[in-house]
């Protein structure tokens, strides 16, 4: 079975000659309607024909001769060259036919041929110049869906390597969590280790997706603030206020985990009385903002560390409008971060 290239390839070849015909039809009965005879529709059937063949055969020599991969500039004079050429030949040929059949009987004067080659050499030209536009059009096409799908494959694996870079991040401030809490009180050490294995199937699971709901999300963010919250105790305080409207949208996995983490690490932990980190997160018709707030203030000059600037890219690569920041509040004695995302 033909695929669909070589089915529009037949059709155009054919319907393009069949025009011509047509045309010239039209024109020969408005000049003069009685020159509508036999002899005229078959010298035109002999012609295209005769037309499609070498036409086609000026295919095959593009594709054998690899013409398709020139650029325009040595492209021309071979194209000038093989429509004449062509144009000849089809002169030729329709030519000996209608002497052959007795079609028509002109004789072989050189004017005549001279005149016909030239003739049909501007149908060839034409001909040419629509088949290498097409070609173009269709290679830069083809090129530019290669290029998406290579932007594609490289935007994935980047995910694929940031995803990876988040996992053993995540583990290492759980177990560091742990740690201080054995040392601390051993007996809610079995209670956080439970939580922790809780904790890490989850994450393991959600880490192979892409995308996951802003619920599947919270889930892991309340064990893993109930751990923290054990190894702070009174030092730690949290509030969590989510739009029930947005638990449904989808965000890249450990986003807001990874927000808990780093205002417990940089603010919680350093401050001697503790405080809260609030949660909050809020629809405006088709964007979403999830707020971290947590005690602390940072710099004018401040290093995101590996975490945020994976979350950064992270937002870039997977939306086409995301945003995420990070500053002082109004008052200077919190620290807010931000992740903004439209659908």
């Known amino acids: 079975m033909m695929n669909s290239k070589k089915i529009f390839y037949w059709g155009a070849q054919i319907t393009g000659w069949f025009i011509f015909v047509f045309i010239v039809i ?16 078959l ?44 144009s000849f030949i089809v002169v030729i040929i329709n030519a000996g036919i209608n002497r052959l059949t007795s079609i028509k009987n002109e004789p072989f004067e050189v004017l005549n041929i001279i ?57 290492f401030n759980s177990l560091n969590s742990i740690r201080a809490l054995i040392e601390i009180n051993p007996s809610e050490s079995k209670y956080a280790i439970t939580q922790l294995s809780n904790l890490l199937r989850k994450s393991l699971l959600i880490g192979k997706i892409n995308l996951i709901s802003i619920q599947e999300e919270m889930d ?17 305080n949290y509030s969590v206020k989510i739009d029930e409207n947005i638990l449904h949208f989808k965000i890249p996995p450990f986003c807001i985990q990874l927000l808990i983490e780093n205002a417990i690490k940089h603010g919680i932990s350093k401050e001697i009385e503790g405080g809260e980190v609030s949660i909050k997160g809020n629809g405006f018709g088709n964007e979403i903002k999830i707020e971290v707030t947590n005690p602390g203030k940072i710099g004018k000059e401040k290093d995101l560390g590996v975490g945020l600037t994976n979350l950064r890219r992270r937002l870039i690569l997977q939306y086409t409008n995301a945003s995420f ?19």
Not at 129 to 138: A, D, E, G, W
Not at 147 to 155: D, E, G, H, V
Not at 325 to 343: A, G, P
Request: hydrophobic share 45%; aromatic share 12%.
């Open 26 to 41: 039209l024109s020969s009965y408005i000049k003069n309607p009685k020159s509508i005879q036999t002899d005229l529709i």
């Open 43 to 86: 010298d035109l059937t002999t012609f295209i024909v005769i037309a499609i063949i070498i036409s086609h055969f000026q295919r095959r020599i593009y594709k054998s001769k690899k013409w398709l991969e020139l650029k325009l500039k040595p492209l021309i004079p071979r194209v000038i060259i093989i429509s004449f050429t062509a």
């Open 115 to 171: 005149n016909a080659t030239l003739s049909v050499s501007i149908l060839f030209f034409f001909w040419n110049v629509l088949y290498f536009t097409f070609h173009f059009f269709s290679k830069a096409r083809q090129q530019e869906i290669h290029n998406l799908s290579l932007i594609a494959s490289k935007n994935e694996i980047e995910l694929q390597n940031l995803r990876s870079q988040l996992n053993p991040h995540f583990l």
């Open 220 to 236: 892991i963010v309340h064990s893993y603030l109930k751990l923290e919250k054990i190894r702070f105790e009174k030092r730690l």
């Open 325 to 343: 920041t990070i500053k002082n509040s109004e008052n200077k004695k919190c620290v807010v971060s931000t992740i903004r995302i439209q659908q």
